[in-house]
């Protein structure tokens, strides 16, 4: 059997899979032993990804003509696209390049926005909706939008704080090098709203009502400054002084009663953290997906440059990094300063404009565009206040390039077919910063990568000599040139199968205090309870690929997780079905007891077509950094 090792379609990990294929079908996968990042132990999402490649596959280029969509030629798709936007200004028109396709990829889209239409008007799902705060939060205090620590620096850590994230479900390639850790002595701390897998493996849990994650973090600081467990030398950090005197205000007392969690318990905890020599810190969507997101991540920063700790997150998509690494966002370009802007200039022949562009939101929500081109990117489902954003996508001009049909389809007025990950050339940056080669493992047959899209399209925009590239080697040597943190890396080196790495050092470091500025208590008489969504170990991100796995389909995502008082409260027992509502939207989902869940907390899964639970999100955000909350909101539970 042929073996090709090529990267797996989903998570920030990016595992190196071997797949095994016979008349060039993939016959079966395994994990690559020598892969540093997995150590040969992959999870069952990569594992399966041979039951999802075929299914439900979007097979030829389709316009909408009277409601209808009709397949067409490549170039009727084109002459189509070109009709209904030559016209457009630059604000008008909007970009999603994606998280789950290559570097390549995403560098021409962004590339095609700002040269054909003279926009920034440029963002991503998966950078901005799950971790903007954490990128922007590493620029602030580190100088780096990028992690400066690897995976494999688990092992010389003696203490995990976990917060707001569940690898143990989520990331089973980072959780079973802890697991090996603990088994040598490391201690694990969680804090998390609901008890979940990870908390079973923790010594101390802390259950902390959601949103008040500032408090706890400046209190444990404060018990750190007291007791002088900080890491030598911090003293002379910027900001120290206005960090330790902040945090004074954070006694345990207060902290306990705004967390509402036990003194006792706080004080074993933070002394397991006071204790420790080498702090390791993960963190997840808990912490970023709130009002107060850069909030949440400045002091988590804050507490791990204290400590002289590593933060060992991963994140997102297989490509999260990369994405955003690629310029795909309305306020950076792929240069540093002015000096390499006007080099950019020069390169690409063609005035660049530096005004900033419109995020996600405010292209879908706040003020939405007249068309956009997205990417493997499922707006109709991914994003808060559901209803509103599909009376936006009715009206808007949408180009759709995706693998699968999902509900943004029945929005799209062209979609394009693009082949998966596994069906593409090139390099994706996982969360550690690590670029990897992405091989072609089969041919998806009618499905053209975005790079050459954008290539084709450009011809009839009549700017074809900026898009001129003969393969995606050639567009990564353009990347090396343009973006400062690739500078240094080989590319042949890379395309000969080699992991290189984008910059991850420190530029400078710096405390930023926060002050917790209160938690709008969601919970009110109208919507007594707390909804909290959370992710499947089964599924990942809006299902389109996970669903088509006979393996994983068997674990359903559909239900509201509702605890044992409030069942027996509300007369209902498993199975039956009832209706969530919130401010803005409800949905209908079948009962799930859980004696796990606390007194007046439901928990719903984010994946599910059937139970679209984004609906209950009203346009609430992050103002530094546009990240929407779409982890709690107040809801009212009626049976059906
Ligand atoms: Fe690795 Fe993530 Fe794929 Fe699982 S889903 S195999 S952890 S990259």
């Known amino acids: 059997m042929q073996n090709i090792k090529s990267i797996c379609i989903y998570c920030g990990c990016g595992c190196n899979l071997n797949f095994y294929l016979k008349n060039g079908k993939i016959e079966k996968i395994l994990p690559d032993k020598a892969d540093p990042v997995s150590e040969g132990k992959s999870c069952m999402k990569g594992l399966t990804i041979n039951e999802v490649v075929g299914k439900g596959r979007i097979i030829s280029p389709m316009i909408r003509k009277s409601k209808k969509l009709k397949k067409v030629s490549w170039e009727e798709a084109y002459k189509y696209i070109y009709k209904n936007t030559k016209d457009l200004e630059p604000d008008e028109i909007f970009f999603s390049p994606s998280g789950k396709i290559t570097n390549e990829d995403n560098f021409i889209m962004q590339k095609f926005a700002r040269i054909v239409f003279g926009t920034n008007n440029i963002d991503s799902c998966c950078s901005r909706i799950c971790h903007q705060a954490t990128v922007q939060g590493l620029r602030n205090i580190f100088g780096n939008p990028a992690n400066p620590w690897r995976f494999d620096e688990i092992y010389d850590r003696d203490c995990m704080l976990i917060i707001g994230s569940n690898p143990a479900s989520n990331y089973p390639v980072l959780f079973n090098k802890i697991l090996l850790m603990k088994e040598k002595g490391m201690k694990i701390l969680s804090v998390q709203p609901i008890i979940n897998l990870t908390s079973k493996y923790a010594d101390e849990n802390l259950l902390v009502y959601p949103g008040t994650e500032v408090v706890l973090l400046n209190g444990i600081m404060n018990f750190l400054v007291e007791q002088k467990a900080y890491e030598k030398g911090v003293e002379n950090i910027d900001g120290f002084k206005e960090l330790s ?21 706080f004080i074993k905890f933070a002394e397991v953290v006071a204790n420790s020599k080498s702090l390791g810190i993960i963190h997840g969507m808990g912490l970023t997906q709130h009002v107060n997101a850069i909030e949440n991540i400045h002091s988590l920063l804050n507490l791990l440059l204290l400590k002289g700790g590593k933060l060992l997150s991963c994140r997102g998509e297989v490509n999260v990094q990369g994405v955003d690494d690629m310029a795909c966002s309305p306020v950076m370009l792929p240069v540093d300063g002015m000096v390499n802007f006007t080099r950019l200039e020069k390169l690409w022949e063609r005035k660049v404009t530096i005004k900033k562009g419109k995020s996600l939101l405010e292209a879908f929500l706040i003020s939405p565009v007249k068309a956009a081109f997205i990417s493997s990117f499922n707006p109709a489902q991914s994003l808060p206040n559901l209803n509103e954003v599909h009376k936006n996508l009715k009206k808007m001009f949408l180009v759709q390039m995706d693998c699968y049909f999902n509900l943004t389809s029945s929005f799209a007025k062209v979609i394009l077919p693009t082949p998966l990950l596994i069906e593409r050339f090139g390099t994706i940056t996982n969360g550690e910063r690590r670029v990897r080669l992405v091989r072609k493992v089969v041919d998806q047959k009618n499905a053209k990568p975005e790079w050459i899209i954008f290539k084709e399209l450009s011809q009839y925009f009549g700017l074809a000599k900026h898009f001129n590239y003969k393969n995606e080697r050639e567009i990564f040597r353009e990347i090396v040139e343009v973006i400062p943190a690739y500078s240094m890396i080989d590319v042949d080196f890379v395309y000969e199968g080699n992991d290189g790495w984008a910059d991850k050092e420190i530029k400078f470091k710096k405390f930023i205090p926060e002050r917790f500025e209160g938690v709008e208590d969601v919970r009110s008489k109208k919507y007594p309870f707390l909804l909290i969504t959370f992710r499947s170990q089964y ?13 994983l389909r068997k674990f359903k995502i559909d239900f509201c997780y509702i605890s044992t008082d409030d069942a027996r409260k509300l007369k209902l027992k498993d199975g039956d079905k009832v209706r969530v509502s919130s401010s803005s939207g409800s949905v209908v989902a079948k009962v799930k007891i859980d004696n796990t869940m606390p007194e007046g907390t439901v928990g719903m899964h984010f994946h599910s077509e059937k139970v679209l639970v984004n609906k209950l999100f009203p346009t609430k955000f992050d103002e530094e950094t546009l990240t929407p909350n779409l982890k709690v909101v107040g809801v009212k539970i009626k049976k059906v």
């Open 245 to 265: 005197n902040l945090v004074k205000e954070y006694s345990i007392e207060k902290v306990c009663d705004i967390c509402k969690i036990k003194q006792e318990q």
């Open 539 to 551: 599924h990942f991100l809006t299902g389109e690929a996970t669903s088509k796995s006979k393996t």
